[in-house]
């Protein structure tokens, strides 16, 4: 897979893509990752890349010259073209079926906003998908991008030596369950004991309760998450 990153902080991916299961990926050519710096993109001497917008309010957004030809740049480079991606909060919200659906692509085009986001014609020009990672407001997009690299790099064929720890994560599968409690060495632990089923050897009977605390966790979380949107009816 390829994945372009369009940002105006490029050196915020050092670190981030040399890291263990990224850095390794790369260097197996598993995924090929490629950081493109929109100002590149902006004309004039000052190299602008925002203005006020129209209609007044506060802030700056991202004009659509500079965004759009450095997206026009990348899909220029290979004959098919890249799945674009635009992060903003207000995008369809990501999850596990959206991370495995971007997976299955084979470029991704991602690009990273900043200040108080883009010109909406970026979005009609480039026919791009909105993405959020989550109902809160980030300062830019870079962190958005990461999170997806990462959550799509580690999908990919090669990638984590067990493809079946994939497989069995948390919103994977069929169910998309969320993983119940898991132990390691010691088996006590300041009086905490390993559950002894899972020192039963007993692979079937492991396998239930696994399930079972999976669902519970599951059931769990539903009902200490509340419904985007909805107020208790004891709320003022
Ligand atoms: C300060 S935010 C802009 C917020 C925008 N004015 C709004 O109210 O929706 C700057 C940039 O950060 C990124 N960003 C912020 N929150 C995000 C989120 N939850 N998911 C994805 N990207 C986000 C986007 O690229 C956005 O253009």
Request: hydrophobic share 40%.
């Amino acid at each position: 897979m390829r994945i372009d990153i369009l940002t105006l902080f490029p050196d915020m991916f050092t670190g981030f893509l040399e890291g263990s299961l990224l850095g390794a990926a790369r260097e197996k050519g598993l995924v090929e990752i490629r950081l493109v710096d929109i100002r590149d993109f902006a004309e004039g001497p000052h190299r602008q890349v925002d203005d006020r917008p129209f209609g007044g309010g506060p802030g700056m957004l991202l004009m659509p010259g500079p965004v759009v030809s450095s997206i026009e740049h990348v899909q220029g480079e290979a004959q098919q073209a890249g799945h674009v991606i635009l992060f903003t909060p207000g995008g369809r919200r990501l999850d596990q079926a959206l991370v495995e659906e971007l997976a299955g692509r084979e470029r991704l085009v991602l690009v990273c906003g900043r200040y108080e986001g883009f010109d909406a014609r970026v979005a009609e020009t480039v026919g791009a998908e909105e993405i959020s990672i989550g109902d809160y407001v980030l300062s830019g997009g870079e962190v958005a991008a990461m999170v997806v690299v990462d959550a799509v790099a580690r999908l990919l064929p090669g990638v984590l030596g067990h493809e079946e720890s994939a497989r069995q994560d948390s919103f994977s599968g069929r169910d998309r369950l969320v993983e119940g409690p898991q132990y390691t060495r010691p088996r006590e632990f300041r009086g905490l004991h390993v559950p002894e089923v899972l020192l039963s050897g007993d692979h079937r009977r492991i396998e239930a309760w696994r399930h079972e605390q999976a669902v519970a966790a599951t059931r769990r979380r539903a009902t200490a998450t509340p419904t985007p949107g909805m107020s208790r009816r004891s709320d003022p």
